[in-house]
């Protein structure tokens, strides 16, 4: 690997500003992955009316990313680990910015597709800017870098949300939202080749192809059954078809990584109890993400005159009025989350997280009459996000080496997928429960969604207590400062 004295020169202030000025360009950079996974869904019935197609039909323009996503994350993030970063960086950003282009320009559904398809490359850009950091960062300054990145990624979808919103008031077509998508990602890719410096390759070794292939084909199997057993029938053939294929593959694929030499993800590394627990756990606060938006977004849309319930918002009104002020709080405590992490530990900050998600689930749940309870509900939900993106992927960090960074933080990144892909499933299902007569949801729904935001996070919180209990302590440098860290604080 590159001496890291070495490759960070010149005076301590010189070091400092530069780090700072990393930290800041690759948050941005991952923002992009929040925007872009959240942007569309609010404009998915736009796109079915203006391209004439059916709800069902658009609904690819999202499952179609998510499926590339989960494909193509493990394989950029091990390309990461074997090359050097910053090229792998703006490759991908070429790819996403190419994928924004074709959808702000096509009128065809397929067209628009394939651009998702292209855009879905997006979700490789945290774990190969996680990398970047280990790379750059001296030990005392990475988790704390890495948790406002990881705390930005975690307020973004929020944002995303909020900016569609003031995009698509009036009658504004969808191709707005990809048209301010490319102009963010050119912004994007210049931020990247300005402070992100390049540096050659730090390990050796090869690309397990079939690994590739096996782990895509699985995970993608699975996923599609998922996010198309709603529209399919849960107990069809082909639901039931993918799910036990796509299992069946994952079981194929899990026994040639064990005797693969050089595998694409180390088997050894993901059942490590504090890596197997903190990726369960970072299932449960993906759901947790899809709860709260979709279950916010939705209820304050509802009119209260036809259900006796919700807000009657407008999606202007619902990003401006409801969300606004949770997505604010969530970029305030993303700035401050790594100094919270380098004071008391990412675990104890994972635990207020998670008290804050489920007393804010909780809230909304029983008392959602006024605007204000809805507010207060999303700046705790959004406290909950910020910080638990922002400690997950600390406590991954910190159990492996740097060489496997990027194939790490990938496979958190897929955890997380997986939870928001599970948590939408079960919000679509349950918002499919109307009153009779009409197509309005029943507010027994919205009660399932928030109770199920409060069981996930507090899941979350037990599986990262009992990935420490007993546990040895870890090896790496980052580990050992994070443990001194804090010792220092409760000894």
Known sequence: MVDADATRSTTPGDSSRRSRLLVAGLSIVVLTVAVLQTAVVPVLGVIADQLQASDVAVSWAVTANLLAAIALTPLIGRLADLHSKKPVLLIVLVVVLLGSLLAATTTSLPL?????????????????????????????????????????LGFGGGTGLVVVGLLMSGDAGYHRVFWLTTAFTVVVIV????????????????????????IATGLSAVLLALTQGQSWGWTSPATLGCAAGGLVVLVGWWMWERRAKQPLVSTAMLKRRPILLTNLATVFVGMGLYFAFLGLTQFVQIPREAAGYGFGATVLEASVVFLLPGVV?????????????????????????????????????????QAWQVMVAGILANAYISLGYGALPALVVSEVGAGETGIATSMNAIAR???????????????????????????SSFFIIFIGGAVTAALAMALIVFSHLGAPEPESVEARYESRAMNHEWG
């Not at 080749?193 to 050796?204: F, G, L, S």
């Not at 635990?351 to 007393?359: K, N, S, T």
């Not at 939408?424 to 029943?442: F, H, N």
Request: no cysteine.
């Open 191 to 214: 931020i990247a080749v300005i402070v992100v410096p390049r540096r050659p390759r730090a390990t050796t070794g090869t690309i397990d192809w079939l690994g590739a292939v096996g």
């Open 417 to 443: 997928t997986i939870g928001s892909s599970t948590a939408a499933a079960l919000v679509a299902v349950l918002l499919s429960r109307v009153v009779a007569g009409t197509d309005v949801p029943m507010e």
């Open 329 to 369: 709080a969530g970029f305030l405590i993303a700035l401050f989350s790594g100094r919270f992490i380098d004071r008391f530990g990412a675990r104890p900050v994972l635990m207020v997280a998670a008290v804050a998600g489920i007393a804010g689930f909780l809230f909304i749940a029983f008392a959602h009459s």
């Open 112 to 152: 628009l597709i394939v651009a998702r398809v292209l855009q879905a490359t997006s979700y490789a850009l945290y774990p190969v800017g996680i990398a970047i950091l280990r790379e750059e960062l001296p030990e005392d300054r990475l988790m704390s870098a890495m948790a406002v990145m990881s705390g930005t």
